[in-house]
């Protein structure tokens, strides 16, 4: 009797595409890879009942959820509505206690209110909330993952992942953390798989990590 196959649905970051995941491999006799996009946001819609619109397009039960960044923020709020086998979120955040300080500033102040969104076709600016302020000299190479350039979903996701209010990180979690991410500094971050010269866009350039390890993962109980 064959092994009853495993669904592992895949979240991205802010304004990024599925295109993320692309050297994830996992074998095909357990696994099965599932792609989530990113949808725009409905006037005034809470991250939480967004969350739960983005639960529609879970198609199986028993799951794994894994998102990145932002979409790791996300996928924890999908699972306040559906149950999953697994949820591992990576170069991401649990709690808003592992936020850094310019975020919980930007906060206090409301300071994302001022950042130029209208601006989100122009790529650098985008690619740089997305994936950090260090990378002009790799611009053309992450443009391709880059897939949402709406200003209402930029405005909202920023304002969503600044003001994200969760106190304690929910249990079982698998958080995978890069040692040099920028976006959100491994000194806030607690218990993590630590990645080796991992950044916060790990999840391209790390993808051989992913593959030797997600498996037992996910596995593991």
């Not at 819609?45 to 969350?51: F, I, P």
């Not at 102040?109 to 002009?136: C, W």
């Amino acid at each position: 009797m064959s092994e009853e196959i495993i669904h592992v649905y895949l979240m991205p970051g802010m304004a990024a595409s599925p295109k993320i995941f692309e050297y994830i491999k996992l074998p095909e006799n357990q696994f099965k890879i599932h792609y989530l996009e990113w949808v725009l946001p409905i006037k005034n819609e809470t991250l939480s009942d967004y969350a739960l619109r983005m639960t529609k397009h879970i198609l199986h039960e028993n799951i794994v959820l894994l998102g990145v960044s932002f979409g790791g923020v996300l996928v924890q709020e999908m699972s306040k509505h559906i149950a999953v086998k697994k949820l591992i979120i990576v170069s991401s955040v649990k709690a808003t206690h592992e936020l850094p300080r310019k975020m919980l500033l930007a906060k206090t102040t409301m300071a994302y209110k001022l950042l130029p969104t209208q601006l989100v076709s122009n790529v650098e600016l985008l690619a740089k909330y997305a994936f950090g302020s260090n990378i002009t000299k790799r611009l053309e190479l992450y443009k391709k993952y880059l897939s949402v350039n709406d200003s209402s979903y930029l405005n909202w996701a920023i304002k969503e992942m600044v003001c994200w209010n969760q106190s304690n990180c929910l249990p079982n979690i698998v958080h995978i953390h890069g040692e040099n991410d920028a976006v959100f500094p491994i000194k806030n971050i607690s218990n993590c798989i630590t990645i080796k010269g991992g950044t916060h866009i790990m999840i391209i350039n790390k993808y051989k990590w992913f593959n030797e390890n997600l498996p037992n993962i996910i596995l593991e109980n």
